[in-house]
């Protein structure tokens, strides 16, 4: 089936999932890729109801539909509606509002705000190290800027300033693949264990003057890009493509989500390092991966989504 599946264009796309059942059949196969299994013990042998709607497992007795126990849940929404919801989250550079998103796929504001907030948790980035050359850098989101170290003040302050800006750490090789996590603070403390987590030992680390990366030769191949002095490009050695990510993302938020939660600012941050690492990808090869993602991805039920962090 995914041989079979090309579109260059959203009428291309609802051409070919023109109907529930085409949808269904299509989350079926991509659910049972690996053989039929039930989805609340993980038997192999499960029965189908009439109308193919429900399952029943032989050993636990339960029944579950093709939703269950993953990020769609126990979800009453047409499949079609979801899968359009994952194409234009999924392939719309700066992302779409709530609201918009309410209006294109024929449902509320809040039902559209908790559809995007599953899909983006299916946008998890990866996980093998990367190599090469990777330029690090951190950014700053929301709030006012005050309390921020003079250097980085001097780019994120506006006005008189203020607090609580939360930061956001990166990672970008120069083949274009992004890694990018919220962080409590901009200190090597903080930072290092992250890059060495994220980057093979023994790669180039491109950064700027930020003490937050001293340190970092003893374990990667340092060069450091000095802003301060009016350095932007020196040689090979410049920040420029992450920082272009920072751009983009900051016009999605400014342009388009206006303010996110702190609690919610890493699955929007997923959200727009997923967008990028996949921006020359075919339109279809996209899709397929976040519906793969999301029926292999736990639920993610409202009360979760909505509770304050402890």
Same mark, same amino acid.
């Given at each position: +089936? ?28 991509? %659910? ?11 038997? #192999?042998?499960?029965? /189908?109801?009439?109308?193919?709607? %429900? ?24 499949? %079609? ?7 234009? &989250? ?5 992302? *779409?509002? /709530? ?9 509320? !504001?809040?039902?559209?705000?908790? *559809? ?8 998890? !980035? #990866? ?43 990166? +990672? ?77 993302? #900051? ?8 303010? +996110?939660?702190?609690?919610? &600012?890493? %699955? ?14 075919? *339109? ?7 519906? !793969? ?5 736990? !639920? ?11």
């Amino acid at each position: +089936m995914k041989a079979q599946l090309e579109f260059k264009t959203l009428t291309d796309f609802t051409d070919h999932f023109r109907n529930e059942e085409t949808c269904v059949k299509h989350y079926t196969a991509t %659910r049972f890729a690996d053989g039929e299994f039930c989805a609340h013990c993980g038997h #192999k042998e499960i029965y /189908s109801f009439k109308g193919g709607k %429900r399952y029943r497992c032989k050993s636990c007795k339960k029944d579950f539909t093709i939703k269950t126990g993953t990020l769609f849940g126990e979800s009453k929404l047409p499949l %079609r509606k979801w899968f359009i919801a994952i194409y234009l &989250l999924s392939t719309t550079s700066k992302g *779409m509002s /709530s609201v918009q998103l309410a209006k294109h796929v024929g449902v509320t !504001q809040k039902t559209a705000w908790f *559809m995007a907030h599953r899909i983006r948790a299916a946008h998890h !980035q #990866k996980t093998e190290k990367l190599t090469g050359t990777v330029e690090v850098d951190e950014t700053f989101i929301g709030g006012k800027a005050k309390n921020i170290h003079a250097k980085k003040r001097r780019e994120v302050i506006t006005g008189t300033g203020g607090i609580n800006k939360t930061p956001i750490f990166g +990672m970008k090789t120069r083949d274009g693949e992004i890694r990018a996590t919220v962080v409590t603070d901009a200190t090597s403390a903080t930072l290092h264990p992250i890059i060495r987590e994220n980057v093979a030992e023994g790669a180039t680390i491109y950064s700027d003057e930020w003490r937050g990366y001293a340190g970092l030769n003893k374990d990667f191949s340092r060069g450091i890009i000095r802003h301060s002095l009016g350095e932007f490009v020196k040689g090979d050695c410049h920040t420029n493509g992450i920082e272009s990510f920072w751009a983009l993302f #900051k016009r999605g938020y400014h342009g388009v989500y206006h303010q +996110m939660s702190k609690k919610h &600012l890493q %699955r929007y941050v997923n959200e727009y390092a997923f967008r990028f690492n996949h921006k020359t990808n075919p *339109m279809q090869r996209v899709f397929l991966d976040v519906v !793969q993602r999301v029926a292999n991805t736990a !639920q993610l039920p409202y009360k979760t989504l909505t509770q304050e962090p402890a």
